[in-house]
């Protein structure tokens, strides 16, 4: 028999299943994505290519954020999807930019030149926000080079401080990126030591546990902060925690448990003071300004211990419905239903396809294979009202 | 049978042989007391002693019979020449998977007989 996935004959496999299919149908559909892929080129066309006054500045136009690096979330209901775009001017110094917020003023003065977007703006902080009708939006973020650091550090504009903050986005994306390659280092080295038996390289490194890991990790935050977003922790500071935390698991369910205990951790090392998450590949820009707020910190520090408490129920379970149950609390009811009825329909057609099968002895339902029974043919019948 | 499935013990009858065990069909499931008697002649009868199935009163549990016996299969599916434990067994467990997504999504996702009727939008 060809490789046909083992689904429910263990509770590692099942749960994993049901993970990978929550993060699957959290992640954007195929269309918003060539959508915003499209928005996307048009805008940074707009922005950065020839006809643009702003030529001579020398932009360059790149995707940042959840987006690039593969750990977007569909938004509960009456949120935005957003697309993150750095409009990088080579050709800036910022110490001979009198006032910082310029650069934003130029993206916007640029944007509303064009007839599609100048109605759709909104000045943020550090931003230019473009609305689209259809449920995302996109920010435009200006950005020029550090001449004090390397390694792609740049400065950004800050609205309100009418200064520049330390960044690095591109240099940020590469490091999570290659975080997620832990795992290829940890299975070189269990294949070496001939360990136990391992998934297939292949699918292992196309699924990359620790970008389904921050997707459920900022689903979780989304459940959990539902009456009260505005003490929610944003998305960087989790993603940067969990791909500091992760030690290189080759499957989501062995991952997040490991990975929540880890942030556990730095709270507890950080002590008394709040834990400060700084950009990895900018040491001076710090993701969690937003936790000077004792309550926003407080509430964080509620979050993961919820995480870790229900994570640990999830992984004594022994139940279905119980297990559903947990997972509904972290992760949304609708979702994790549809879940479980997409599993319960794949299970379905590898019974039709007569790949379903049961091993004799432990009387439990596993793929076709030696020693295993084969389900016949049949129509589940009832009485009917 | 016994061979297949240590944990069923039988017992006898005049026409009748009964299977009991308790087990736990699959990954992430509860475990089940099961009866299954079998009858000469006529078609399996397969039970679940407990946990009690019908966890709401206002639901009926999709695929069962009147006496509460589970509906495994169409009469012309079944024939007195099968095994029990190539044939019921396998079914069996397979119910007990559709019946846990039920339970949590309220349907019936195994497809079958009435299945329209089965699956209410709800």
Redesign the interface.
Known sequence: MGAIPVL????E???EDLLVRVCESLQITPTMHSDAEQRYHAIGEWLAGETSPLQSLRPRVYSQGSMRIGTSVRPLSRQEYDLDLVCHFDGVDSARVPNAVMLLDAIEKRLRDHDGYKDKLERKNRCIRVIYANKFHLDVLPACPDRQKLNGCVVVPDRKLEDWKPSNPAGYAKWFLNQCEIRIRKFMEARAMDAEPLPPLESSIEKAPLKHVVQLVKRARDIYFRAQPELAPISIVLTTLAAEAYGGELTVHSAFGPTIAGVVESIRRSGAVRLVVRNPMNPDEDFSEKWDNPAAYAAFVEFVGFLQRTWSNISE?????E??RLLQELFGEELV??T??E???H??SL??SGS???K??A???ASLGPGV????????????? | MHAAFPWLHYSLKRNEIVWKGTFRPFALSKEYAVRIEFEIGRRPKVRILAPSLATDPNRKVPHTFIDGSLCLHLNEEWSSRFFIADVIMPWLVEWLFFYETWLVTGKWYGGGHGEEIQNPVD
Request: hydrophobic share 35%; glycine share 6%.
């Open positions: 429910i004959d263990r509770f496999s099942r749960v379970q022994n139940d279905s419905v297990l559903s239903k549809n479980f009825a599993q319960a329909k299970i379905r019974r039709e379903l099968g049961l004799k002895g009387a439990t339902v029974l084969q389900i016949p043919r049949h129509t589940f019948y009832g009485d009917e009202r």
